[in-house]
């Protein structure tokens, strides 16, 4: 009956076709048709966890007197899954447990019961959801964390810092998320990436046809500027962009340990889909 379709849609949360089908197949027993719709379900689950997921949010829980705080990745294949109430609230269940246990081992942190929730969203919403990283922080002793978190939970940092204020910290971590330093000062650029980016510069600059003494003098300010804008305390604040990081940490009597920047489906390889192509593809077989 139409009463027991929507029921057992409210119990799975289950497109109405498929319900329909599960009870038919059933005759009409809804628990049958529910353990029916979960094996079925686990297959495609483990056949949807294949698949990438590139897209998803990244957030934080941090501890009210800012001693400690947990960062997190949870990934899904579109955005509009990263907005779906489901997806949320199996995030923030994840983000609680690292939260209360600081287990940070994705393997460890999703034992039996998280497990079977994941698989059992991945069947609800159709698409593959998978848990990518995770950090917790601690303050030191004389230190406090503060976090921001940016463009509909796309960015997310966290800072670590001795002195200064809440605002401070705040502010700090909205700069790192909107300029993405790669370090902290400029001597922690690994040289293989400093080489690199000589090279480069190096032949863009005798591409020029000046002489050797002023090329070299261009690749030195070109390699200069490159380590202003990759580490923070060189960067111009976003706030202030008259003063660099470092100096505004100077007048607020503070200085800054650690930071970290989490963002949504960064180094993950999308896959890149030829929607003509694959209509076409379709069009054909059904022929």
């Not at 046809?209 to 990759?230: H, S, T, W």
Request: glycine content about 6%; hydrophobic content about 45%.
């Amino acid at each position: 009956t139409a009463a027991q379709v929507k029921e057992l849609r409210e119990r799975t949360g289950l497109g109405m076709m498929e319900c329909k089908k599960s009870l038919v197949e059933n005759d009409g027993d809804i628990e049958k048709a529910i353990d029916a719709l979960r094996k079925s379900g686990q297959a495609k689950a483990a056949k949807k966890s294949g698949r990438i997921a590139a897209e998803g949010l990244v957030c934080v829980k941090l501890a009210e007197d800012r001693s400690k705080a947990i960062i997190l990745e949870i990934n899904c294949e579109t955005d509009f899954v990263a907005r779906d109430e489901n997806f949320l609230s199996f995030t923030q269940e994840i983000l609680q447990v690292a939260f209360e246990s600081s287990v940070t081992n994705i393997t460890d942190l999703m034992n039996s019961e998280l497990e079977a929730k994941r698989q059992a969203l991945i069947q609800k919403i159709g698409e593959n959801v998978s848990v990518r990283r995770i950090e917790a922080l601690e303050a030191k002793a004389e230190s406090t964390l503060s976090s921001y978190v940016h463009n509909n939970n796309r960015i997310a940092v966290i800072v670590d810092i001795n002195g200064g204020d809440a605002e401070l910290g705040k502010n700090l971590a909205m700069h790192i998320a909107a300029f993405n330093p790669m370090v902290m000062n400029a001597e922690q650029v690994p040289e293989a990436i400093v080489a690199k980016e000589r090279d480069i510069f190096m032949a863009q600059a005798n591409d020029s046809g000046k002489p050797a003494d002023v090329v070299e003098k261009m690749v030195a300010g070109r390699i200069g500027k490159f380590l202003k804008e990759v580490s923070l305390m060189n960067q111009a604040y976003v706030i202030n962009p008259d003063i660099s990081v470092g100096d505004l940490l100077k007048q607020a009597n503070a200085s800054m340990n650690s930071f970290t920047r989490f963002e949504v489906g960064e180094g993950i390889e999308k896959e890149t889909v030829d929607f003509a192509a694959e209509v076409m593809a379709q069009a054909q077989s059904s022929n």
